[in-house]
């Protein structure tokens, strides 16, 4: 019998055909922690940069002693086996430092979002356990007042500019004087590189064990209150040589990726951070992605490899500067959070000749579940093709027990490796979406006869009107190909006739106007009319999370305060 995540060995399935030569259907996981990777990149390429901090190169032998230096620190602080830190950081290199010091030492490395609200991050440092907190120094104050309101007992102070190649060390001491002007000796606050420089950065055992809880990654909270994912060492070591398997062609030790996707985000965390460790690349990481630090970071370091979403795309697509650069040096984009549009794909192709893939998947899928073919076919509005080890399935959204056939909506189930243990101490919550070994995603999609996955919607999203049953994705999709949209969400609002009806918010592209009458005539060319809003309504932007993905409940929130709910 199989236990809850395994794929059985030699299944055929009909994306397999979709592979490239090189990849395999199944992979023979090497039981090699993340922590003991960064160990073993720091032995075979000690002295390639494994983080490019704004022109500061951190080798891997530099990054592995930093973090046994700070495995050290914690302990010293008394974390032991199986506690919790949580990391409240931006793509900075104390980030990585403290995960890979936290794993090395057996704790478990809880993510948050440094953007979140004294409510929502007391909710989510209470709910982990943790006990110690690594922030930044500006954030300290948020710090001090969630606090007293959880476990956390110590906190331990970054600055931005601790690891910066330019002199800054002489604005340290006025940063430091001023943030510990109200925290009172005995208050648990240490600065972080007084903590590394202070310890010993000798070899430090490796406590990780395969099959333990390692990380937790808060899922966002847009349908709910956020729970925490438990991913263990085994979910994150697996869903990075998933990954590294599909790149057939890369060289270990040579490749470099933009660190857009921030790493208290699954896409960043396993993706970025854990998957260039793994084969000994360079993050070249970026604290706040905005367009103008894109463009100088492609500029100056010429990362190989570029991660985005479509509205990161979409908007250096709009930007002159981009455009006017030689980018040949990109190999591949990596899209994530929807399918890139068409024209979106062609462009980028055409400027840098660099490959694409769409890659999706969950928090719960550590996060990579399916993505495109490297150099196959892109098939765009899809996501591609399950990982190797990757079984997937569509069943019927009433009872989740019919599987659908070839071409038929339903909703979508993962089995493999990297599927999560479970949501953290949330049994009720990990039943309702673990069962026999698949994982129920909550989201709607088909197979076409390559194996192809194209997602419909969320679950949750579609919209019941007069009895029809509308997918607000489909109509964001039409919307953004029209050629003066450059963003659009769907919602449903309550209506007089048809109970719930759908409304389109959309984000035109800079420096044209339009009609709303314009728009739902170009959509009546293209949907059954019962799928057609009849309202349309012009923003200047819409709301985002962290990684750029469109947050279609925070415009259901917008409506309800103004009365439309």
Sequence with gaps: MLRMGEV????????????PQGVPREIVFDRTTMPEALERSSRRFPDTPALNYMGRLITYEELNRMVN????????????????????????????????????????????NPLYTERELTHQLDDSDATILVTLDLLLPRA????????????????????????????????????????????????????????????????????????LIYTGGTTGVSKGVMLTHANMSCNVQQLRAWFYDIEDGKESILGIF????????????????????????????????????????????????????????????????????????????????????????????????NVYGLTETSPMGTASPWKGDIKPGTVG????????????????????????????????????????????ETEKVLRDGWLYTGDIGFLDEDGYLTIVDRKKDMIVASGYNIFPQEIDEILMSHPKVMEACTIGVPDSYRGVAPKAFVVLKPGVTAEREELIAFLKERLAAYKVPKEIEFMDELPKSAVGKILRKELRELEKKKGGA
């Design 8 to 19: 059985r060995m030699g299944f055929e399935r009909i994306w397999h055909k979709s592979y």
């Design 69 to 112: 230096a700070f495995a050290r620190a914690l302990m010293g602080l008394g974390v032991k086996k199986g506690d919790t830190v949580a990391m409240l950081l931006p793509n900075i290199p104390q980030v990585v430092i403290a995960n890979y010091a936290t794993w090395r030492i057996g704790a478990v490395a809880a993510q948050n």
């Design 144 to 215: 001090l007042a969630v606090k007293p309101k959880t476990k956390i007992r110590h906190i331990v102070i970054c600055h931005i500019n601790d690891y910066l190649p330019f002199p800054k060390k002489q604005l340290f001491p006025l940063v430091k004087r001023k943030m510990y002007r109200k925290v009172k000796p005995g208050d648990g606050v240490s600065l972080f590189v007084d903590l590394v420089e202070a310890n010993d950065d000798s070899p430090v055992p490796n406590h990780a064990a395969w099959e333990e809880l390692g990380t």
């Design 262 to 357: 921030p790493f208290f985000h699954s896409a960043g965390f396993t993706g970025i951070q854990n998957f260039t460790v793994w084969g000994g690349g360079t993050d070249v990481l970026v604290p706040r992605p905005e367009p103008g630090v894109i463009i100088e970071l492609l500029k100056k370091f010429r990362p190989g490899f570029m991660p985005g979403v479509p509205t990161i795309f979409i908007g250096l697509l709009n930007d002159e500067r981009f455009r006017k650069m030689d980018l040949r040096f990109i190999k591949g984009f990596i899209a994530g959070a929807a399918p890139l549009s068409v024209e979106t794909i062609n462009e980028l192709k055409r400027i840098t000749g660099g490959d694409l893939i």
């Design 385 to 428: 093709v399950p990982f190797p080890s990757t079984d997937l399935k569509i069943v019927d959204v009433e009872t989740g027990t019919v599987e659908m056939k070839t071409g038929e909506a339903g909703e979508i189930c993962f089995k493999g490796p990297q599927v999560m243990k479970g949501y953290y101490k949330r049994p009720d």
